[in-house]
């Protein structure tokens, strides 16, 4: 039978004295960990997480001030005809009210620029997917 064991015994020990790293080397891999975490602190950034700092729920006690128009025109009045696609499982559930409290919320987006939207007929359609989607798309 061969023997199997290496010849010098010490080959995979590990060395028993450490050897210190150099100045330039420690100044090296110092360089190294600063540009990582520049990097991975740029590429956080990029992601949109300073957004998420940006873009604040506005708290419900907040009265929102009056804005003066800017031009000085006669208001002009958009008539309306809201449409509303009521489906049991994609149309809207909205109702009358809704649609006049989103309208009113536009027209005062508007109010500065002295346009006014009125609803002028709020019509429900009970329409199938097929026929919402035609819509939509075309």
């Known amino acids: 039978m061969k023997n199997t064991e290496p010849v010098d015994q010490n080959l995979f020990e590990e060395e028993s004295e450490a050897r210190k790293p150099t100045k330039r080397e420690l100044a090296f891999q110092y360089l190294r960990v600063f540009v990582a975490i520049i ?3 740029g590429l956080l950034y990029i992601s949109g997480i300073y957004q998420s ?3 604040r729920r506005t708290p419900a006690n907040v009265i929102q001030q009056k804005v003066k128009s800017m031009l000085n025109a006669e208001t002009i009045t958009v008539p309306l005809r809201v449409f509303v696609f ?3 499982k994609s149309g809207s559930e909205r109702s009358k009210k809704d649609v006049e409290r989103l309208v009113e919320n536009a027209s005062r ?6 346009i006014k939207l009125s609803i002028e ?4 359609l009970k329409s199938n997917d097929q ?3 035609a819509f939509l798309n075309n």
């Open 39 to 41: 990097s991975i602190g």
């Open 53 to 55: 700092l940006l873009y």
């Open 86 to 88: 009521v489906n049991k």
């Open 109 to 114: 987006i508007w109010k500065q620029a002295e």
């Open 121 to 124: 007929k709020i019509v429900f």
């Open 131 to 133: 026929e919402i989607e």
